[in-house]
């Protein structure tokens, strides 16, 4: 697979950041999945910090009115599906957004969490707990967490090698 089609295929594994794929492009050809996640991973772990911010940027609030609208990417929408995010109560919803916006205003972009397999309860207990970190250790577990979701969306179109 060229470059091109290589883009063109896993473009979108980073949300809203085909730079990423462009990048780990670069490493091909792939010796296994986990060669080409770790050529994934060492794209964002090398991007330049304003790079990496608009990476971070990009998620879309969890259980947020473009979710609720059907504004966000298939793979988010069936993450946030998956986690029960799109049947909140009105008051869940009601928190959700309270905190979404508690932690934009305190870190300056959206609560990333690698949402596969958590419930309703495990996210809203991650919120809490993150929103007392300092913006460097939140920066670096947001980054963290989009290296997981990056892990299970290349998992998931990639079959196993082996």
Same mark, same amino acid.
């Given at each position: 697979m060229g470059p091109e089609r290589f883009v063109l295929c896993f473009g979108d594994i980073a949300e809203h950041a085909a730079w990423v794929a462009q990048a780990a492009a670069r490493a091909r050809p792939f010796?296994?999945? @986990?060669?080409? %996640?770790a050529a994934f991973a060492t794209a964002v772990r090398e991007a330049e910090p304003d !790079? *990496? $911010?608009d990476l971070l940027r990009s998620h879309p609030d969890l259980a947020g009115k473009a979710a609720r609208a059907g504004e966000i990417t298939a793979d988010s929408r069936r993450e946030q599906s998956?986690?029960? $995010? @799109? =049947? $909140? @109560?009105?008051?869940?919803?009601t928190r959700f957004t309270m905190l979404n916006e508690r932690y934009r205003r305190t870190f300056g972009f959206p609560f990333i969490l690698a949402v596969k397999g958590a419930t309703k309860q495990r996210i809203l207990a991650a919120f809490e707990s993150r929103l007392g970190n300092s913006p460097d250790a939140e920066r670096a577990t947001a980054l =963290? *967490? #989009? $290296?997981?979701? %990056?892990?299970? !969306? %290349? &998992? &998931?179109? #990639?079959l196993h090698d082996g």
């Open positions: 010796a296994s999945r @986990d060669a080409m %996640i !790079r *990496q $911010l998956g986690a029960g $995010l @799109d =049947s $909140l @109560d009105a008051e869940e919803f =963290s *967490q #989009v $290296l997981c979701i %990056i892990r299970f !969306r %290349i &998992e &998931e179109r #990639v």
